[in-house]
């Protein structure tokens, strides 16, 4: 069992950053997936970024790239987001999550084993 515990979120103005962190425990990091989700209020739960387990391949999703940059320390088991020029849209509560696979699951929630209980981030305008 993987256990995922997230903490950097926080209240910020439109054009301000944030870096969020995740840290994993239980299992070989190094062997998943990871990425990080939000879901705003009324909204469904979208994927923001996606990284593999080398850190080598990195997936964005168009309402962040070039504004978001994910990353991983397979030596510490962190995985973190690095949110830039933030708009008040980007208001929700974020997700990290870990995957056992690589494949195109991994690119929405069905494909990931495990979650962090969420941090919340809210961007004022």
């Known amino acids: 069992q993987v256990q995922l515990v997230e903490s950097g979120g926080g209240l910020v103005q439109a054009g301000g950053s944030l870096r969020l962190s995740c840290a994993a425990s239980g299992g070989t990091f190094s062997d998943y997936t990871m990425a990080w989700f939000r879901q705003a209020p009324g909204k469904e739960r979208e994927i923001v970024a996606r990284i593999s387990w080398s850190g080598g391949l990195t997936y964005y999703a168009d309402s962040v790239k070039g504004r978001f940059t994910i990353s991983r320390d397979n030596a510490k088991n962190t995985v973190s987001l690095e949110m830039n020029s933030l708009k008040p849209e980007d208001t929700a509560v974020y997700y990290c999550?870990?995957?056992?696979?690589?494949?195109?699951?991994?690119?929405?929630?069905?494909?990931?084993?495990?979650w962090g209980q969420g941090t919340q981030v809210t961007v004022s305008s």
């Open positions: 999550a870990a995957s056992a696979y690589s494949g195109r699951s991994t690119y929405t929630e069905l494909g990931y084993n495990y």
